[in-house]
C-alpha cells in the first residue's frame, strides 16, 4: 500500500511510502482530493485503495443455475454473476436450450468512487450478448441484507461493446457506491449464434474502482487514523487535544476517523466518538482522569463549517450511569471503551479487577453555547473518575451525508490541585536560605547613615527622626536623581569634592575631624618644647 501525502488528484505522482500487497494483489492507495465532498475544510482527505474485483460462472445449455462459481474479493465486496437457460432435462445443445441469461450483481459494504464493470464471454468466441433489462437497486436475488441498507438513485444503464461481446457498466452517473449498496440488471446472450453447440458460457465480470480506507498514520499525512497516542499535554497542566471526523465513507466509520485521542495511564484517557443516528450527528466524549483536577476545567469543542450542535439542553449526560449486568459494577464509560478485557480500563491488567476511573464527581458538568462551540465546565474531578456525555448536532442542509466529511475539533484545559503539582515537581521549591536585611551583601558595600559624604552638612542618622525605628545603620534612601553612591557623573560628590585617584572616597566627616585634632596637638606639644628651652637660656 503507497501512502501519499495529501495533494491532488493530478499530482498522484509524488508518492511517499511504502508499497504493501493487501489480500495477496498488488494494489496502491492513494491520499487523493476529494473536493466535491472534501471530508474537512482544513486539508484533511480520505485515504483511498485502488482495488481490481473479479467473479465469474459456467452457465451449461438448459441448466437453471450456474456452477463453478469462481471469485477474488477484497473488502466484504460481494460480486457475482448469477444466471440460468431453462429448457429442463435432456437437453442436448442451446439450440434446444432456453434463451441463456445471466444477473450481474455488485455490492458493497464500504463507500467507492471510480468504480466501473466490464462484463464479458471467457474463452467462446462465437457468444454474444443482444441485450440487457431488470436494473435495480437493491440488488435482485439472493444479495445479503447487509448489502440492501442504501438504495442508489441514480443508476446508468450498461453499454453494449460494438463487437456484442462485452458490456461496460459504470453503475452510477458519478461513479460511486455508497456503504452498504448494490445494484443488478440481467443479460440476456444470442443463443441463435450458438446453434447446437454444446459447449456451456463462461462469463467473467471485473469490477474496479478505489475503495476508502483509514489513512496510514504518518506524521505528514494525518488523514483519517486510528490514533492511539494523542496529546496529554504537559504534567504539569490539563492540556489535552481531541479530533475526529464523521465520514460513512470510512471502513467501519465509528472506529476510524480519530485524528487526535488521549490514551495516557499516567494522565487519563479521552476521545471524541462519532456515530449517525438517522441524518443526526452524534458525538460522544468520555473522559478519564488518573489524577484529580480542580473545579472549572473547560472542554472546548469546536464544530467544522458544515454542520452545527444543537442546543445544550438536548445533551445527553452519561456521567455515573451503570454499566447493567458488568462485574465487576463498572459504568457505560467503560463500557463504551472496550468493557472487560480491556487493559486501559483495569489496575490490574489482565485480570479485569479494580477498574480505573471507577469515581464519579460529585457534581455534573454544564454545557452552553458560545460562538457555535459546545463549552463543557467540568466540576471537580477526584483522582480515577470520569464523566461522559453525548451532544447532537445536525448537517447543514447542502451536504449529504452519505459522502461528506464531518469534522470536530476538542481541547480540554484545566489545572491540577497543588498536591498532584509538588507530587510532580511542578512547584518551585520554598527558599530556606534568602539573606536577611542585617546579611545583605550590599550592606558593608554602601554608605551608612554615620559614614555618608555629607554628614557634616546634614543631620546624622542620630538626629534623623525615624518613624518606624529603622537602625542606624541601614543605607539611607537615595534622593531622586541621585547615583548609588551620591556623586556626579565626573567624580565629585554632592559637595563637590574629588575622589582618591585610586577610586576611593576622600576621607571627610568624623575622620578628619580626628586627623586635625592629632595635627594639633603635635604644634601645641612642639610650641611648649620651644618655650621652654627658651626659658632654660
Known amino acids: 500500500m503507497t501512502i501519499l501525502k495529501p495533494v491532488k488528484l493530478l499530482a498522484l505522482a509524488s508518492a511517499a511510502g511504502t508499497a504493501l500487497l493487501l489480500s495477496g494483489v498488488g494494489i496502491s492507495a492513494a491520499a487523493i482530493d476529494t473536493s466535491k465532498n472534501d471530508p474537512t475544510d482544513d486539508g484533511q482527505v480520505t485515504c483511498f485503495e485502488e482495488f481490481t474485483w473479479t467473479s465469474q460462472s459456467t452457465l451449461h445449455p438448459g441448466a437453471s443455475d450456474v456452477v463453478d462459481r469462481e471469485k477474488e474479493l477484497t473488502h466484504g465486496a460481494d460480486v457475482a454473476v448469477d444466471g440460468w437457460a431453462g429448457g429442463g432435462s435432456g437437453v442436448d445443445g442451446w439450440d434446444e436450450s432456453g434463451t ?6 455488485v455490492g458493497t459494504l464500504s463507500y467507492l468512487t471510480d468504480v466501473s464493470a466490464t462484463i464479458a464471454y471467457v474463452d467462446n468466441d462465437s457468444a454474444e450478448f443482444t441485450d440487457t433489462n431488470s436494473l435495480v437497486s437493491p440488488a435482485a436475488g439472493a444479495t445479503p441484507p447487509e448489502y440492501k441498507k442504501t438504495k442508489l438513485t441514480n443508476l446508468v444503464e450498461p453499454q453494449l461493446a460494438d463487437d456484442k461481446k462485452s458490456l461496460s457498466w459504470n453503475i452510477t452517473e458519478d461513479q460511486t457506491l455508497l ?3 448494490s445494484a443488478s440488471f440481467n443479460a440476456t446472450g444470442n443463443k441463435e449464434v450458438l446453434g447446437d453447440s454444446t459447449e456451456p458460457l463462461t462469463v467473467k465480470v471485473t469490477v474496479t474502482g478505489k475503495i476508502a480506507v483509514p489513512c496510514e498514520e504518518d506524521p505528514d499525512n494525518p488523514g483519517y487514523y486510528d490514533a492511539e497516542e494523542g496529546s496529554a499535554g504537559s504534567v504539569c497542566e490539563v492540556d489535552w487535544t481531541l479530533a475526529s471526523t464523521m465520514d460513512r465513507r470510512l471502513i467501519d466509520p465509528s472506529n476510524n476517523g480519530y485524528r487526535s485521542k488521549v490514551r495516557d495511564t499516567d494522565n487519563g484517557l479521552s476521545e471524541i466518538q462519532h456515530f449517525f443516528i438517522g441524518e443526526t450527528l452524534r458525538w460522544r466524549i468520555p473522559i478519564g482522569t488518573t489524577e484529580p483536577i480542580k473545579a472549572g476545567a473547560k472542554l472546548v469543542l469546536e464544530p467544522g463549517d458544515n454542520w452545527t450542535f444543537n442546543d445544550p439542553s438536548t445533551v445527553e449526560e452519561q456521567t455515573g450511569v451503570e454499566w447493567a449486568g458488568s462485574s465487576p459494577q463498572m459504568y457505560l464509560f467503560h463500557r463504551f ?3 472487560t478485557g480491556t487493559d486501559l480500563l483495569f489496575h490490574d491488567p489482565g485480570t479485569n479487577e479494580n477498574p480505573r476511573f471507577n469515581n464519579v464527581p460529585a457534581e455534573m458538568p454544564t454545557y452552553e453555547l458560545v460562538d457555535g462551540k459546545l463549552v463543557v465546565t467540568l466540576p ?4 480515577d473518575s470520569h464523566i ?4 447532537a448536532a445536525t448537517p447543514n442542509e447542502d451536504t449529504d451525508i452519505n459522502t461528506t466529511g464531518y469534522a470536530i475539533d476538542g481541547k ?3 489545572e491540577y490541585p497543588e498536591e498532584v503539582l509538588e507530587s510532580r515537581g511542578c512547584l518551585e521549591p520554598t527558599p530556606t536560605d534568602d539573606p536577611t536585611a542585617t546579611d545583605d551583601p550590599t550592606a558593608t558595600d554602601e554608605p551608612t547613615a554615620t559614614d555618608d559624604p555629607t554628614a557634616t552638612d546634614e543631620p546624622t542618622a542620630t538626629d534623623e527622626p525615624t518613624a518606624t525605628g529603622k537602625p542606624t545603620d541601614d543605607p539611607r534612601p537615595t534622593p531622586p536623581g541621585d547615583d548609588d553612591d551620591g556623586r ?9 569634592r574629588d575622589r582618591d585617584r585610586d577610586g576611593r572616597l576622600p576621607r571627610t566627616g568624623a575622620g578628619v575631624g580626628s586627623a586635625l585634632f592629632g595635627a594639633a596637638l603635635l604644634i601645641g606639644g612642639g610650641a611648649a618644647v620651644v618655650m621652654a628651652a627658651r626659658r632654660r637660656r
Open 488 to 496: 556626579d557623573d565626573n567624580g565629585r560628590d554632592d559637595n563637590g
Open 337 to 339: 471503551y472496550g468493557g
Open 412 to 414: 480540554l484545559t484545566g
Open 380 to 383: 471537580e474531578m477526584p483522582a
Open 388 to 391: 461522559m456525555f453525548t451532544a
Open 100 to 105: 441463456p441469461t445471466f444477473r450481474i450483481v
Open 179 to 181: 456503504q452498504n449498496s
